[in-house]
């Protein structure tokens, strides 16, 4: 069946360190693929997202390119801050089972320190 | 702020009893889902609601329920806990059910301590 796996955590950087978070897929067809992040105490928000192959999906200075060659959407950024610090999970859209639904990878910790 | 709201915030009970948790979407949204958050299972689909109707189950245990009324709010409800069953709750709604175009927006959670 549909499957993402991310990179475990937790991922420790100084701030202004590079960042890659890495998540591959596998999936039937070409889902729709997501990045949502979980500050401490509050629910996921999505980051960014791609809908087709080779689109780049940005916001708040993060990057992840949609790689249907590799089945990758790694998460990138230049330059994270300490208010970056959160849980971040890699998901994809799929139609299985008669119905549309949502699958997250196991999510990866980010802190960042000052 | 998502506009999802969820409540009780935090829910402390004891092994055997059974709990209601509420969600409200947003505003227009009609589709309601229900994730469990746990350490060792991460984050795991529980059911859907679409406009009233049960639209699709993940891994739901049949001791938990859900509901969506009229006014488009959903419960969770949860019986004969176990210990196990201690994980965070969260609801998301979202417009339309094609997730590919439409985003799910996220409450901020149901804790919820079984001891």
């Known amino acids: 069946g549909d499957s993402v796996t991310q990179m475990e955590g937790p991922v420790t950087l100084s701030e202004e360190a590079f960042l890659t978070i890495n998540c591959t897929y596998t999936?039937?067809?070409?889902?729709?693929l997501f990045w949502y992040v979980q500050y401490p105490g509050e629910g996921l928000q999505l980051l960014l997202k791609?809908?087709?192959?080779?689109d780049k999906g940005s916001n708040k200075g993060f990057e992840a390119t949609y790689r249907k060659e590799t089945t990758s959407f790694h998460l990138e950024k230049g330059s994270v801050q300490v208010s970056d610090s959160a849980v971040y999970f890699c998901?994809?859209?799929?139609?299985?089972?008669?119905?549309?639904?949502?699958?997250f990878g196991a999510g990866t910790r980010l802190a960042v320190h000052p | 702020d998502s506009g999802v709201t969820q409540t009780p915030k935090h829910l402390i009970t004891a092994t055997g009893q059974r709990v209601t948790l509420r969600c409200s979407p947003r505003?227009?949204?009609?589709?309601v889902y229900w994730y469990q958050q746990s350490l060792d299972q991460g984050l795991q689909f529980l059911i859907q609601?679409?406009?009233?109707?049960?639209?699709a189950k993940g891994n739901i245990l049949e001791r938990f329920s859900a509901q969506q009324f009229p006014d488009l709010h959903s419960e969770l409800n949860l019986s004969s806990l176990e210990l196990g069953d201690s994980a965070l709750y969260f609801c998301?709604?979202?417009?339309?059910?094609?997730?590919?175009?439409?985003?799910?927006?996220f409450g901020p959670g149901t804790r919820l301590t079984v001891l």
């Open positions: 999936a039937t067809g070409y889902p729709s």
């Open positions: 998901a994809l859209a799929t139609f299985s089972g008669g119905y549309n639904k949502l699958i």
């Open positions: 505003s227009g949204d009609l589709s």
């Open positions: 791609a809908t087709k192959a080779d």
């Open positions: 998301a709604s979202s417009v339309a059910t094609d997730l590919s175009y439409n985003e799910q927006f």
């Open positions: 609601y679409y406009n009233g109707e049960e639209r």
